[in-house]
């Protein structure tokens, strides 16, 4: 009883509704921006549910808009809500929101890819990283061309344990087009199995929680919406660098209809292609034959070891791009000069081992 009065005494006193507010700040959505906005607060209070119990928490939400998950997140009881918003003509609606829960909502104009979540909240919401998650949550209804290279972005951080993750296992609640939110949570085998899904699942356990239809944003996208959470593995599944495990799952996933080992062999100069990529398969004991999309995540966790092992006995081999060889090339018949003049510093023709 005395818990549940005090969360009600965390409630928002009455507000203008979204809808009004939307109106009195004259926030027309912005097609170059991909602005859809959520006005219906049950919608709202449920993606927000998602993210578990906020009572008391940190959160950071991206992209508040005109404030309808902001609410939503302050009705659920978080006492520090850090809003990261890059459209000022949101600002002053955000404003009266802050006034309607004083000390609780902070607002930083800025852009979420480069706003440094790291210096957002105090050292003490941090946790080891073997521990539970801190109570900490980003929560986030973004366009869809910045949720994207957003959450690449935050899975390198989550590898390295920086940014959002310097406070340990911080916990995502973000929206992606339906398509993409299919792609993160795509199991082994599945048509939507995908470089994004081995990314994610290597380093987080990824949640599908519902599909929002795209008749409930204003104005409607034309594709629907999934939620989608994400928990960082105490353990990723993979031990290797992420630029590493990035450069093996971009290669792999290439020729996402053929063999494994055609995308792989493009991970080695043309001069040691066959016998490089053979010694890659034999180390990490994988089926040349499988298509990528049959590839489970510890089948990934065994070529990103056999492929660090291989750059670590060949030097200059982790930084060769296939795309750059055939650029290469072509500047070499154009120039006609020989490759090699080129391509120094690169493992040559293998002798028979
Ligand atoms: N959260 C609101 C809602 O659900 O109604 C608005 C969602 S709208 C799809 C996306 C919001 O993200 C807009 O307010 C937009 O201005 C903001 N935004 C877009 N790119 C951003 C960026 N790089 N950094 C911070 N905010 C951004």
Redesign the pocket.
Known sequence: MAASGKLASLRLPPLPT?SELIKLYNLR??KH???????DLRL?DK?VRQAGSLKGAHVC??????????RSILNAGAADLLV????T??LPGLKLLSEAAPGRLRMVH??????RMDRGFPGNVSKSWQDDPPNLHII???????ATP?IIKWLEHMANRTGPFAYGRTRLTL?FQKEVAERLTASTGSRQRSRLSIMAQYLCSVRSCFTIPGRA??PK?EVDVGVVQFTPLVQPQVQQPFKLVERVVRNVFQFRRKYCHKGIEKLFPEACRPELTEEMMRRADVEPTLRPTELTIPHFRALADAYAYLCAREPGLLNYEFREELRLQHLARTRNTPVDAFTDGLPGPRQSR
């Open positions: 979204v959505a912005e921006l991909s602005q859809n906005f959520l006005l709202t993606i939400e991206v992209g508040p808009g005109p404030g309808g998950i902001t990261v918003e890059k459209d003509r949101f800025g852009d979420i890819l480069t706003y986030g209804n973004l366009p869809f061309n910045v957003l929206t944003f204003v996208p």
